[in-house]
């Protein structure tokens, strides 16, 4: 199984915009998302969609894995949204990042060196990413932890950013 973190959009009633949320699922595949996709969403059913979607296997200097024994190291995983202004933008800027931290404030102590240059930058969100996750609701009969392993490697998390729409399921069972 993996982690993905996975930005949808769509329709929502009463809204002027196109919504956006982040959704954490543990699958085997993005494809395999879509179910659990479909049932979180909460705006027009035809018009939800990925927007961009990353596989959590490496955060911060750490090598990311799940694992069915508890994870033993001090550090844990930080999903953290941060928010902040740029005077010439008609809009809040965002930066969805994940950060290995021994602790909530040093998480988004962190988090927040990383936007210097934006006014009034602040935290919108910050979730210990076992929660935002919900391993345990996966499998019913399996329960997942975050496993951390410091590499000699740091590399940045590849995102896939294109329009996805998330087909009804009969077209997904016929694909």
């Not at 953290?80 to 021994?102: C, Q, T, W």
């Not at 410091?150 to 694909?175: G, M, V, W």
């Amino acid at each position: 199984m993996k982690l993905f973190a996975i930005y949808i959009g769509g329709e929502v009633a009463r809204a002027n915009i196109e919504v956006h949320d982040m959704r954490f699922v543990v699958a085997s595949s993005i494809d395999q998302t879509h179910n659990e996709l479909r049932r979180q969403w909460w705006g027009r059913p035809g018009s939800l969609h990925i927007d961009c979607w990353a596989e959590i296997d490496h955060a911060d200097g750490y090598d990311v894995s799940l694992r069915s024994e508890p994870y033993e190291g001090a550090e844990r995983l930080y999903y953290v949204n941060l928010g902040g202004y740029d005077p010439a933008d008609f809009s809040e800027k965002h930066r969805n990042m994940f950060v290995v931290a021994k602790g909530v404030a040093q998480a988004k102590c962190r988090a927040l060196r990383t936007v210097k240059d934006w006014d009034a930058a602040h935290r919108d969100d910050l979730y210990e990413a076992e929660q935002a996750f919900a391993l345990d609701g996966v499998g019913s009969d399996q329960r997942f932890y975050i496993h951390l392993i410091r590499s000699e490697q740091t590399h940045p998390l590849h995102f896939t950013c294109e329009y996805l729409p998330i087909r009804n399921r009969k077209a997904d069972l016929s694909a």
